[in-house]
């Protein structure tokens, strides 16, 4: 895992890169935050879709609503950027718009527009 950061102004984005799953449970979604607070002093991090295992996005499980309920906890806000075109969950659809248009969480199809939002709140 390799960890960049970008500052603009007094926000600081903790951009994550890594071939790996990184968020598969709350545990892991904790142990991510953590890294990223204590060594990165950040509380904004940016991920790939790729990195975050694909039962997240399957409401059902209930894994995103328990993880994201850890990041709202813990005050860190998330962006998570890939293409979200290929799921059929009207659901989905809509949680995705829901948190595009709060101040926690957001769903992006690029690294740009993920940067703007997290820098914007």
Same mark, same amino acid.
């Given at each position: ?32 935050? +953590? ?28 894994? +995103? ?8 906890? $813990?005050?860190?806000?998330? +962006?998570?950027?890939?293409? $979200? ?11 995705? $718009?829901?948190?595009?248009h709060g101040k926690q ?8 527009? +993920? ?7």
């Amino acid at each position: 895992m390799n960890i960049t950061v970008h500052q603009q102004g007094n926000s600081k984005v903790a951009i994550i890169e890594s071939s790996d799953i990184l968020i598969e449970d709350v545990q892991s979604a904790l142990d991510l935050m +953590a890294t990223v607070r204590y060594n990165e002093d950040c509380d904004k991090i940016l991920l790939s879709k790729s990195n975050v295992t694909e039962d997240f996005f399957d409401l059902k499980t209930r894994i +995103a609503g328990d993880i994201l309920q850890k990041f709202t906890n $813990y005050q860190l806000k998330l +962006a998570i950027v890939g293409d $979200y075109e290929g799921y059929d969950s009207k659901s989905l659809k809509d949680f995705i $718009y829901e948190s595009n248009h709060g101040k926690q969480v957001f769903f992006l199809k690029d690294q740009q527009a +993920a940067l703007d939002a997290l820098h914007g709140v």
